[in-house]
């Protein structure tokens, strides 16, 4: 059974840092497109975050380039976003996905949840001004 389980979530002060992660179970996903979401209340969901792990490549959302860093340890079979200088607009639950197999170089199309075949429960993360 497939399942990917997020953690690292909380509260913080704006210009703070947290560490999220995303350890998946179950299956042997190979080269895919591994991504962090986030979803506020009343808003949709929307991916921030993406990395293709057939040759590492990443593209990041514009509102959190150069502040988050997606990476992946596969021997821990663990998916990771830094997050720093947080601010509170980035207040959200935050989930990882993953698409198995190859669509495309990535792109603005790879920050779309409908691309995503497996997802987590989710991570809250509260930022305060």
């Known amino acids: 059974q497939v399942q990917l389980v997020e953690s690292g979530g909380g509260s913080v002060q704006a210009g703070g840092s947290l560490r999220l992660s995303c350890q998946y179970f179950?299956?042997?996903?190979?080269?895919?497109?591994w991504g962090w979401f986030r979803q506020a209340p009343g808003k949709e969901r929307a991916g921030v975050a993406v990395a293709y792990t057939g040759i590492w490549n990443t593209y990041y959302a514009d509102s959190v380039k150069g502040r988050f860093t997606i990476s992946k340890d596969n021997a821990k079979n663990n998916l990771y976003l830094q997050m720093d200088s947080l601010k509170p607009e980035d207040t959200a639950m935050y989930y990882c996905?993953?698409?198995?197999?190859?669509?495309?170089?990535?792109?603005?199309?790879?920050?779309?949840?409908?691309?995503?075949?497996?997802w987590g429960q989710g991570t809250q993360v509260t930022v305060s001004s």
């Open positions: 179950g299956y042997d996903f190979g080269s895919g497109y």
């Open positions: 996905a993953v698409h198995v197999g190859y669509i495309g170089t990535l792109g603005s199309w790879s920050l779309s949840p409908k691309e995503y075949h497996y």
